[in-house]
């Protein structure tokens, strides 16, 4: 079967830095997307990777290995705003989105 | 900006009720999608269309279905509602990418929050 696999729940301090990881099991692979979803909201587009390694966009950085089956998202100066959930999701052989359930990240002061 | 609008951001229905949830985008966007968010789970597909009056179905398409008879517009029905179909609704669109092949970016509506009683 095809499975998306993140932390259900990650805590952070304002202006630290955090990792949150995904591994995907997914028939083929087309790419892998980081979405944000603050509470009550709709996701919001972050990244995509199809090729090994880093992207680099602000604050915000995702990572990809291919051949271990694994993404990260890296956020940095964490902001109080960045409470919010993320959700990785994988792009199969057919093209479809397989979406991970998403992890929540609390910001303290 | 992409915009994607959903009739309604809350609605309670009784158990049995014919329920209708409309979605429209402003981007001219072949690809639309219906999911369903519940807690501790993956957004969930439920149908999606490449085309006006054509429709796929997603994942879980049962007790559902879905008419796109403009391009902007894709609707989700409930023939008749039951309380597990009480959930976050999320409509999505986006383009086909140039080559034909592959995925764009989705963009997502505000959701509609469904309670069946």
């Known amino acids: 079967g095809q499975n998306i696999d993140q932390p259900t729940e990650m805590t952070a301090t304002e202006g630290a830095i955090v990792q949150i990881n995904c591994t995907y099991q997914t028939s083929g692979f087309n790419g892998l997307f980081w979405y944000q979803q603050h509470a009550g909201e709709a996701p919001t587009f972050l990244s995509y990777?199809?090729l090994d390694g880093l992207e680099e966009k602000g604050r915000f950085s995702s990572f990809l290995s291919r051949s271990k089956g694994y993404s990260y998202l890296l956020l940095k100066e964490l902001q109080m705003k960045d409470s919010a959930s993320y959700l990785c999701?994988?792009?199969?052989?057919?093209?479809?989105?397989?979406w991970g359930a998403g992890t929540k990240l609390i910001i303290k002061p | 900006d992409v915009k994607v609008t959903q009739s309604s951001r809350y609605l309670v229905k009784r158990t049995g009720e014919k329920v209708f949830l409309e979605c429209v985008q402003d981007m001219d966007h072949e690809n639309m999608f219906w999911y369903r968010q519940d807690p501790g789970l993956g957004l969930r597909l439920i149908y999606f269309?490449?085309?006006?009056?054509?429709?796929e179905k997603g994942d879980i398409p049962e007790g559902y279905s879905v008419s796109r008879e403009k391009k902007e517009r894709f609707s989700l029905i409930l023939e008749s509602a039951s309380t597990n179909q009480t959930s976050m609704y999320l409509c999505?669109?986006?383009?086909?990418?140039?080559?034909?092949?592959?995925?764009?970016?989705?963009?997502f509506g505000p959701g509609t929050r469904l309670t069946v009683l």
């Open positions: 999505a669109s986006s383009s086909l990418p140039a080559s034909g092949l592959g995925v764009d970016t989705q963009y």
């Open positions: 990777n199809v």
């Open positions: 269309s490449y085309d006006v009056k054509m429709k």
């Open positions: 999701a994988v792009t199969d052989s057919n093209y479809q989105l397989i």
